[in-house]
């Protein structure tokens, strides 16, 4: 979820371009986006789990995945916001402290399915790497079953997670590491090839363009 009090945000996908709205959610997407700033924004984001919504009800997951839409379309109600506006010269903390009181009194009573929840918290474990055949004889489910139970509490397939998970796993070892055929390796991807294709489903771009590292030290990347 975003709240700006204070400029504008729009998401940049492919060639196009579009205003979000000042108080709206964006929903998990495999593609690459870009979101752009105005000058002299102030912005809250808060992450949600990837299970929470399902148990919220205001929204289906499925409603929001790789989308964004504005809170007022089907919750805050206006005069909520008008409130956060008009602390907008005021102490920033003051904004945050607005919109932490106003999602806990929404989300406090909101219990994550414990069945999404530990899939979930299987496949962060094993960084995307685990079968979904595993994943559903694990919880005595048809792999169909399973796939359709899923997307109905996250809003995207358990393959689209998992390969997602993978991913963030894989840009973070580039904090410590700094050859990505030592990346790929660690975050199990089957060779080069699949670490490159991955890559660039997701930021449109080769690891190298994304990281800006030195070719000398990435053999495999020579093009």
């Not at 060779?191 to 190298?208: L, M, V, Y």
Request: net charge neutral; with cysteine; hydrophobic share 40%.
């Amino acid at each position: 979820m975003g709240f700006q009090n204070l400029g504008q945000i729009n998401v940049l996908s492919g060639n196009q371009s579009r205003k979000l709205e000042s108080a709206g959610i964006t929903g998990i997407d495999s593609a690459p986006k870009t979101f752009q700033g105005t000058e002299n924004i102030s912005s809250v984001l808060v992450f949600l789990k990837p299970e929470a919504l399902f148990q919220w009800k205001k929204i289906h997951p499925k409603e929001v995945a790789g989308t964004s839409i504005g809170l007022m379309d089907f919750w805050m109600k206006e005069s909520d916001w008008d409130r956060i506006l008009n602390i907008q010269d005021e102490n920033p903390y003051n904004f945050l402290a607005l919109v932490e009181q106003m999602l806990w009194n929404e989300f406090k009573t909101v219990e994550a399915d414990p069945w999404i929840s530990c899939v979930i918290k299987e496949i962060i474990a094993t960084h995307g790497t685990i079968r979904i055949n595993d994943l559903a004889q694990d919880v005595i489910l048809s792999r169909r079953q399973f796939g359709r139970k899923f997307t109905e509490r996250i809003g995207i397939s358990p393959k689209t997670f998992s390969q997602i998970v993978q991913f963030q796993y894989a840009k973070n070892l580039a904090k410590e590491k700094n050859k990505f055929v030592d990346i790929a390796f660690e975050a199990g991807y089957t060779d080069q090839s699949h670490f490159i294709k991955e890559f660039r489903k997701h930021t449109a771009s080769t690891p190298s363009e994304f990281f800006s590292f030195d070719k000398d030290n990435v053999p495999f990347l020579q093009e």
